[in-house]
């Protein structure tokens, strides 16, 4: 039962809202928590930052196809927020299967006097109301109410990996491995297909699509990346069916680092484009790069996460490490991006000063106000007092998900079930 309810806390997606003042989290065991910023006060002008849990739901449960004789997980894929338009706020999550718009709003009234019913509910006889009365709104403790707005279901016949948010607000995309739907948030019963890339004959299936977003301002253009290491940008307005992509993005492969283990490290496990829309940022196994969407043929920046692990490739594949999904953020102004690694260890780069860092979540660094080290991997020959041997990193401990706030150095990093909230020192 331990092992069972660690498994279901395990955090698989993080997500700031566009002003960062909320953050979810989702988790293996289909729920969905939300943490909300503390205002700031008169007296304790460093508190501000904090994060307290706001909200606690049940997105997604466990179910069974039992056409297909397949269990579907509850665990949440993807949380992605809509731009707030009033006092409520809205959210799409969603697992492998199905996608669902939730509306999250704060209560702290309720109506009292209703002339059909007693206060406990129940209905009067008309018979016995003589008298009307005006229903009057009392004080109540604050209630913060999550409920189902829309449930987008049966589209896709494989696993969704990436769920994205339109610029015009009005429509959503949803990627499997085979196909990329669009949505619009009013209609719930069909989507349009806009990629398919599946073969006539499954037997010649060669790439699947990894990721896919929305670019932040051109409600026509989006890109999707595949796990043969290539990204494709299209456009809606050349055809509805985008077939035929409008950029790709490829680089050749170095031949002097050919191995069995290429294509496998080459696949890209997360693609985002800058806040400015001018670049993308991929991540594969090993690597971040950063393309100019003017140029095609290569990166303009390539950043190796822990290129210390090519020489253990091979155990990485006998206990499936190989196959892990790293994610990638920009910060707010798209001069920093951070991305995980194992040891619960994640990486920054400035892309200005080109200096990197390594830095560890864990819980003897996870005292408040505790400043992080930074962290360094020896390969081989001695260690210095404060390097951790490439031999000692624990693989079971990733970091796969990570966000950043949308205009303030503040990062949020899940470490298995553990969520870890950094910020710059304040002075």
Same mark, same amino acid.
């Given at each position: 039962?331990?092992?069972?309810?660690?498994?279901?806390?395990?955090?698989?997606? &993080?997500?700031?809202? $566009?002003?960062?003042?909320?953050?979810?989290?989702?988790?293996?065991?289909?729920?969905?928590?939300?943490? @909300?910023?503390?205002?700031?006060?008169?007296?304790?002008?460093?508190?501000?930052?904090?994060?307290?849990?706001?909200?606690?739901?049940?997105?997604? %449960?466990?179910?069974?196809?039992?056409?297909?004789?397949?269990?579907?997980?509850?665990?949440?894929?993807?949380?992605?927020?809509?731009? @707030? @338009?009033?006092?409520?706020?809205?959210?799409?999550?969603?697992?492998?299967?199905?996608?669902?718009?939730?509306?999250?709003?704060?209560?702290?009234?309720?109506?009292?006097?209703?002339? =059909?019913?007693?206060?406990?509910?129940?209905?009067?006889?008309?018979?016995?109301?003589?008298?009307?009365?005006?229903?009057?709104?009392?004080?109540?403790?604050?209630?913060?109410?999550?409920?189902?707005?829309? &449930?987008?279901?049966?589209?896709?016949?494989?696993?969704?990996?990436?769920?994205?948010?339109?610029?015009?607000?009005?429509?959503?995309?949803?990627?499997?491995?085979?196909?990329?739907?669009?949505?619009?948030?009013? *209609?719930?019963?069909?989507?349009?297909?806009?990629?398919? *890339?599946?073969?006539?004959?499954?037997?010649?299936?060669? %790439?699947?699509?990894?990721?896919?977003?929305? $670019?932040?301002? $051109?409600?026509?253009?989006?890109?999707?990346?595949?796990?043969?290491?290539?990204?494709?940008?299209?456009?809606?307005?050349?055809?509805?069916?985008?077939?035929? $992509?409008?950029?790709?993005?490829? %680089?050749? %492969?170095?031949?002097?680092?050919?191995?069995?283990?290429?294509? *496998?490290?080459?696949?890209?496990?997360?693609?985002?484009?800058?806040?400015?829309?001018?670049? *993308?940022?991929?991540?594969?196994?090993?690597?971040?790069?950063?393309?100019?969407?003017?140029?095609?043929?290569?990166?303009?920046?390539?950043? @190796?996460?822990?290129?210390? =692990?090519?020489?253990?490739?091979?155990?990485?594949?006998?206990?499936?490490?190989?196959?892990?999904?790293?994610?990638?953020?920009?910060?707010?102004?798209?001069?920093?991006?951070?991305?995980?690694?194992?040891?619960?260890?994640?990486?920054?780069?400035?892309?200005?000063?080109?200096?990197?860092?390594?830095?560890?979540?864990?819980?003897?660094?996870?005292?408040?106000?505790?400043?992080?080290?930074?962290?360094?991997?020896? &390969?081989?020959?001695?260690?210095?007092?404060?390097?951790?041997?490439?031999?000692?990193?624990?693989?079971?401990?990733?970091? =796969?998900?990570?966000?950043?706030?949308?205009?303030?150095?503040?990062?949020?990093?899940?470490?298995?079930?553990?969520?870890?909230?950094?910020?710059?020192?304040?002075?």
């Amino acid at each position: 039962m331990e092992l069972e309810k660690t498994r279901a806390d395990i955090i698989s997606t &993080v997500e700031f809202n $566009h002003t960062g003042e909320l953050l979810a989290t989702g988790d293996k065991g289909g729920r969905v928590v939300i943490f @909300q910023r503390e205002q700031e006060s008169k007296n304790q002008v460093h508190r501000r930052g904090e994060y307290n849990v706001y909200s606690t739901f049940q997105s997604h %449960e466990p179910e069974f196809d039992y056409l297909k004789s397949l269990e579907i997980e509850e665990k949440i894929n993807k949380i992605r927020w809509l731009p @707030q @338009q009033n006092a409520a706020y809205f959210l799409l999550s969603t697992n492998d299967k199905t996608v669902k718009l939730w509306k999250v709003s704060e209560r702290d009234k309720r109506p009292e006097g209703y002339n =059909l019913k007693d206060e406990e509910g129940r209905l009067r006889d008309p018979t016995t109301i003589t008298t009307l009365r005006v229903p009057v709104l009392r004080p109540m403790d604050l209630m913060v109410e999550a409920t189902p707005r829309r &449930v987008f279901a049966n589209a896709h016949t494989y696993h969704i990996n990436s769920i994205s948010v339109n610029s015009d607000y009005e429509t959503y995309m949803s990627a499997d491995d085979l196909r990329i739907n669009l949505w619009n948030f009013e *209609i719930t019963n069909q989507s349009f297909n806009i990629v398919d *890339i599946k073969p006539a004959n499954m037997e010649e299936l060669t %790439e699947v699509i990894t990721a896919a977003e929305f $670019h932040p301002h $051109h409600c026509n253009s989006f890109v999707y990346s595949s796990s043969k290491g290539t990204i494709r940008l299209c456009d809606m307005r050349a055809s509805a069916l985008c077939d035929r $992509h409008s950029k790709f993005f490829e %680089e050749p %492969e170095d031949p002097s680092n050919r191995s069995f283990f290429s294509e *496998i490290i080459s696949s890209i496990s997360d693609v985002k484009f800058s806040h400015s829309g001018r670049y *993308i940022m991929t991540r594969d196994y090993l690597t971040v790069k950063v393309w100019d969407l003017n140029m095609e043929n290569r990166p303009i920046e390539t950043y @190796q996460v822990h290129d210390y =692990l090519r020489s253990k490739l091979c155990s990485l594949y006998e206990n499936d490490c190989i196959f892990d999904k790293f994610e990638c953020v920009w910060n707010g102004s798209d001069s920093v991006i951070m991305t995980g690694s194992y040891n619960n260890f994640f990486r920054m780069f400035d892309r200005n000063t080109k200096r990197d860092v390594t830095l560890e979540a864990s819980r003897e660094n996870s005292k408040p106000r505790a400043i992080l080290k930074p962290r360094k991997v020896c &390969v081989g020959g001695k260690r210095r007092k404060d390097e951790i041997s490439v031999d000692s990193l624990d693989f079971s401990k990733k970091i =796969l998900h990570t966000a950043w706030h949308p205009s303030e150095n503040i990062i949020a990093v899940a470490a298995t079930n553990n969520l870890y909230i950094f910020q710059d020192k304040v002075n």
